[in-house]
């Protein structure tokens, strides 16, 4: 893992070209603040939108629903790709939401499960990697963890400054810190000090760092940033989930993974997946399949999205 922290001089969001971005986050804060029922119904409809308008993201999710529930059979892949552009598309508001809106009216509908093993943790003063995956209701479930302990974030840099301006700006009015994912040793000191980081790393990052290991029974390209992290500060690495029952939220935190790290880097980023792996079959509507996550196979480049 590189441990140089980014110098580069980032270009000012507040040129002319940006100006239509800042529209569209406009219309973002605004869709922010509508009612709740509301906002999940527009969400089905940009979810349905999406789902036959974006052809590209859609083959990538029918793939990827193939190669991991092939035991299931047509009808029931298809329900679960109409369904998580539906997931997807309240997902947005759900983001939105999180960054720019309030959510008193969403607090008494939230459960929490086993946010003891946090506690104790907290009370050690040792650092804490949570582990998740890429589902939907990551940012509001985010901002609903921080009610509770102080939460970080690492986020990568965006090539349009204004986006890179929002994300920040958006998440730090509830996480304690955020960290660019090149930035391991402001991320490292954290977790050393005793701080709680959210990480997602399923999925295919390029890099020196990854190696290829099971992922529902196919070979994914998976950073091993999980170990690394472990073997450098000696944080705790805890399996974070989280999903949506309706207007309700759920979030499960496991106890820390028991003998981690190892000396095994690989196994230890199996182990990490296969953990992420059962959230997924938990709430895979609300996963986002729109990623090409086996896009790189061990023999190179894979030819799974291709159509034809």
Same mark, same amino acid.
């Given at each position: 893992m590189s441990d140089t922290p980014t110098t580069a001089t980032r270009p000012s969001p507040w040129q002319?070209?940006?100006w239509p971005t800042f529209a569209w986050l406009g219309l973002a804060m605004l869709g922010a603040r509508l009612p709740w029922l509301l906002q999940r119904a527009i969400g089905r409809g940009i979810g349905w939108l999406a789902l036959h308008l974006a052809g590209s993201r859609r083959h990538a999710a029918e793939v990827n629903i193939g190669l991991c529930f092939p035991e299931q059979d047509e009808a029931w892949r298809?329900?679960?790709l109409r369904d998580s552009f539906d997931a997807l598309g309240v997902g947005i508001f759900e983001f939105a939401r999180a960054w720019w809106g309030g959510i008193d009216a969403i607090r008494p509908q939230v459960e929490i499960e086993g946010l003891e093993h946090l506690r104790a943790l907290q009370a050690e003063g040792r650092g804490v990697l949570l582990v998740s995956g890429h589902f939907m209701t990551l940012e509001m479930c985010g901002r609903l963890l921080c009610d509770h302990v102080p939460l970080a974030g690492m986020y990568r840099r965006y090539r349009n400054p204004v986006m890179e301006w929002a994300?920040?700006?958006?998440?730090?009015?509830? +996480? @304690?810190a955020m960290f660019a994912n090149e930035d391991i040793r402001a991320t490292v000191r954290h977790l050393k000090k005793g701080g709680f980081l959210w990480y997602a790393p399923d999925q295919d990052m390029r890099g020196k760092d990854s190696v290829f290991v099971p992922f529902f029974g196919v070979p +994914? @390209?998976?950073?091993?940033?999980t170990h690394q992290f472990a073997r450098?500060?000696?944080?705790?690495?805890v399996p974070y989930f989280h999903?949506?029952?309706?207007?309700r939220y759920l979030l499960k935190?496991?106890?820390?993974l028991a003998g981690f790290p190892t000396d095994d880097a690989v196994a230890d980023t199996a182990r990490v997946n296969a953990a992420i792996e059962e959230m997924v079959r938990e709430a895979p509507a609300q996963y986002l399949w729109i990623h090409r996550r086996f896009k790189r196979q061990p023999e190179g480049r894979s030819r799974f999205y291709e159509r034809g």
């Open positions: 002319p070209r940006h298809r329900q679960l994300v920040k700006r958006g998440r730090l009015r509830y +996480a @304690s +994914a @390209s998976t950073i091993t940033a450098l500060t000696g944080c705790a690495v999903r949506r029952e309706g207007g935190i496991a106890a820390p």
